[in-house]
């Protein structure tokens, strides 16, 4: 069966630092892993995917991800985090026609 | 292109009533899926629809029920409301010409439902 988890409920980055966003995932067979975003009372908006190869994968509002299969993971990332990047974040696997969500992260940019 | 309408954006009902929630997906689109988003529980997938076709369903009771018209358009309608029905509840289009597994989902602004 397939599962993602995002580790953190809450990640709190000072405005202009770098920021990290985790995911990890477990599935049969080559994933595809997707990055929403949703900012309070609108539904998700999409900012990346990864569906096969270059691992590293660059996605909207300078976001990007690096996908890394032995360590199973899909971690978010952006070099120099903005107060508007503050919202609440959902790693997404899919697979055989079933995509499953993980629980959401939410980031908190501190100004 | 106009994204994922959603009707209405809220509501309030009492226990035992039912409801009824619209998605209109983007033009073009043919893939509706609706989902649960609740504080505790995340995001969880109640039904996929393609082609007036129910897809994939997920672990929800069947007083969770929906269909789509030929237009595309989608209605999800839960019977006999209880309290913990009480959720945002989200809609996602696709277009799904690349398998859906990989299809990149365009979601709307949601339906929050309060059940008192």
């Known amino acids: 069966a397939q599962s993602v988890a995002q580790p953190e409920d809450q990640v709190n980055v000072a405005e202009g630092n770098p920021l990290t966003v985790k995911c990890t995932y477990s599935?049969?067979?080559?994933?595809?892993l997707f990055w929403y975003v949703q900012y309070p009372n609108r539904g998700l908006q999409f900012l990346l995917k990864?569906?096969?190869?270059?691992?590293l994968v660059k996605g909207s509002y300078g976001f990007e991800a690096e996908f890394n299969k032995s360590q199973t993971s899909f971690h978010l990332k952006k070099p120099s985090a903005l107060v508007s990047d503050s919202a609440l974040y959902f790693c997404?696997?899919?697979?055989?026609?079933?995509?499953?969500f993980g629980k959401g992260t939410r980031l908190h940019i501190l100004p | 292109k106009a994204g994922v309408t959603q009707t209405p954006r809220y509501l309030i009902k009492t226990r035992g009533q039912q409801v009824t929630l619209s998605c209109s997906p983007i033009?073009?689109?043919?893939?509706v899926s609706w989902y649960q988003q609740t504080p505790g529980q995340g995001l969880q997938f109640l039904f996929e629809?393609?082609?007036?076709?129910?897809?994939n369903k997920g672990n929800f009771p069947g007083r969770f029920s929906g269909r789509q018209f030929s237009n595309s358009r989608s209605e999800m309608n839960v019977s006999t409301l209880e309290l913990g029905d009480s959720a945002l509840y989200l809609c996602?289009?696709?277009?799904?010409?690349?398998?859906?597994?990989?299809?990149?989902?365009?979601f709307g602004p949601g339906t929050r439902l309060t059940v008192l």
């Open positions: 996602a289009s696709s277009a799904r010409t690349s398998g859906g597994a990989k299809d990149t989902q365009y």
């Open positions: 599935v049969s067979g080559n994933p595809y």
């Open positions: 990864y569906i096969t190869g270059d691992n």
């Open positions: 997404a696997v899919s697979r055989d026609d079933k995509i499953i």
């Open positions: 033009s073009g689109h043919r893939s």
């Open positions: 629809y393609f082609s007036e076709t129910q897809r």
